[in-house]
């Protein structure tokens, strides 16, 4: 068995094994009966959320293309993102469909550079913003737990928000590397990497509208599984999903499952042990959130199956000139 099979089985084996501990632990006649009576209105109030999020997503990856000065339409952006999101939904790693989107917008003709920078630098807006909306919550949801909670959730807050600055700050600086160094094509790659996060982040107008758009999809999303949760008739707050969902979402990306099934399903149920809310009911608003993502991610799929290239071998060719920046002197912040 090689690598690759390798690590497909392992992360069949978490997914798998998270889920069934989980079940273990539940009253599982109590949660059939939840998803017996769940509200189908908002459950759909729910999808219509998740497909607006789509729209705002787009939004988000455009300002950071904007910002480095590669540029997609509105439409081909949003074929490309859908088209992401069901290789996110169904391949076995939340960042699968990143792949994906690289090569379509390379595809479009906005560089390999503009497209790998321009996604990681999406994402990593994404994680800077989640940060801030978590911090933001902290004075509104602190309350709701109990003092010995609310002792180690702020300190926590802080610290991942430092850790946030200083995995940006350390991607500021990855072109410091010396002159002689830069024969070597990671480093010069790298290189433009730092050039282009300082363009993003250390410009007022571009990190206000990356980070703005990043904070909306954090708020939009967290709705949709607010109404999830109403849906279920659990006894939570928007203020407490806005505080829970994010969080639990950025442990979902670890690639350590299949599309974070099974450690979504772990990190809902303990987020939200911490305002009281049962096991089952967790677990349950957990499944229905992912549930409900794939079948918003099927048009994706749809869009994917009508692209012209889709049989064709994701190999990006080489693009090396573009993403060789000056090595140094070059101000383009």
């Not at 967790?282 to 549930?291: D, N, P, T, W």
Request: hydrophobic content about 60%.
């Amino acid at each position: 068995m090689n690598k690759k099979w390798l690590a497909l089985a392992l992360k069949f084996l978490v997914s798998g094994a998270l889920i069934w501990f989980l079940l273990s632990k539940i009253d599982i006649g109590a949660a059939k009966e939840r998803i017996a009576d769940a509200d189908p209105g908002m459950l759909l109030l729910a999808i219509l959320i998740f497909l607006f999020q789509l729209i705002i997503c787009v939004f988000r990856w455009r300002a950071a293309l904007a910002a480095i000065e590669a540029f997609l339409s509105f439409v081909d952006a949003l074929k490309i993102y859908y088209i992401g999101v069901f290789f996110n939904q169904t391949l076995p790693s939340s960042v699968g469909g990143d792949a994906v989107r690289i090569y379509k917008a390379y595809r479009a003709g906005i560089g390999l550079r503009g497209a790998v920078n321009g996604v990681m630098l999406e994402r990593a807006g994404t994680v800077v913003a989640l940060v801030l909306v978590v911090l933001a919550t902290q004075p509104f949801f602190l309350p709701r737990v109990g003092e010995e909670v609310a002792k180690w959730i702020a300190p926590v807050a802080v610290l991942i928000f430092l850790g946030a600055l200083a995995g940006l700050a350390v991607l500021m600086v990855l072109d410091r590397f010396p002159v002689s160094f830069h024969r070597w094509r990671l480093i010069r790659g790298l290189a433009a990497l730092a050039t282009d996060t300082r363009r993003v982040f250390l410009a007022p107008g571009p990190a206000f509208r990356v980070l703005g758009w990043a904070a909306a999809g954090h708020v939009n999303l967290t709705l949709g599984v607010y109404f999830i949760a109403l849906g279920l008739d659990l006894d939570v707050t928007f203020v407490d999903c806005l505080a829970l969902i994010p969080p639990v979402i950025l442990i979902t990306t670890l690639p350590i499952s299949i599309a974070g099934w099974g450690v979504r399903e772990g990190a809902m149920v303990a987020a939200f042990s911490l305002i009281g809310v049962a096991a089952e009911g967790a677990l349950v608003l957990s499944l229905l959130f992912g549930l409900l993502a794939i079948v918003t991610s099927l048009p994706g799929g749809v869009i994917w199956l009508l692209s012209g290239d889709r049989s064709k071998d994701m190999n990006v060719p080489d693009m090396e000139a573009e993403t060789v920046p000056a090595p140094s002197g070059e101000n383009r912040e």
